[in-house]
């Protein structure tokens, strides 16, 4: 029995969140990363990321979506929406899968050097 191999298509949707942002306004950050998601051919590989700001955690309701190796213990506020789009569209946080020491999970430090968080985060869809 053979298969035929097929091209697949990446599509790579960037987005940003601002660093300060009201709460009535925090649902809107997903909304041009939603849409160029939906618009994408079904077949399509989508990878979404970006600095959205957001710490996710290791809450066990979130797995399969998020993994066990972030940096953090609970997910803030602006976190939920990120896992809500990632569970919406069968995505996996992919930046929350790989074993890597604290230090190397963190995308963004003080300028004094004492506070690391990882808010920049990568999504994939399987």
Same mark, same amino acid.
């Given at each position: 029995?053979?298969?035929?191999?097929?091209?697949?298509?990446?599509?790579?949707?960037?987005?940003?969140?601002?660093? @300060?942002? %009201?709460?009535? @306004?925090?649902?809107?950050?997903?909304?041009? *990363?939603?849409?160029?998601?939906? $618009?994408? *051919?079904?077949?399509?590989?989508?990878?979404?990321?970006?600095?959205?700001?957001?710490?996710?955690?290791?809450?066990?309701?979130?797995? %399969?979506?998020?993994?066990?190796?972030?940096?953090?213990?609970?997910?803030?506020?602006?976190?939920?929406?990120? $896992?809500?789009?990632?569970?919406?569209?069968?995505?996996?946080?992919?930046?929350?899968?790989?074993?890597?020491?604290?230090?190397?999970?963190?995308?963004?430090?003080?300028?004094?050097?004492?506070?690391?968080?990882?808010?920049?985060?990568?999504? $994939?869809?399987?």
């Amino acid at each position: 029995m053979s298969t035929r191999g097929k091209f697949l298509n990446d599509r790579i949707v960037n987005g940003l969140a601002p660093t @300060e942002i %009201p709460d009535d @306004e925090k649902d809107r950050v997903f909304v041009a *990363p939603e849409r160029a998601y939906d $618009i994408s *051919p079904r077949n399509d590989i989508k990878i979404v990321l970006g600095d959205f700001n957001v710490q996710v955690g290791k809450e066990a309701v979130d797995f %399969p979506t998020v993994g066990n190796h972030t940096l953090h213990s609970l997910t803030n506020d602006n976190g939920s929406p990120l $896992i809500q789009f990632a569970v919406s569209r069968n995505m996996i946080i992919g930046s929350t899968f790989h074993l890597h020491k604290d230090f190397h999970k963190s995308t963004w430090r003080s300028p004094d050097g004492v506070t690391s968080n990882q808010i920049d985060h990568l999504s $994939i869809d399987f």
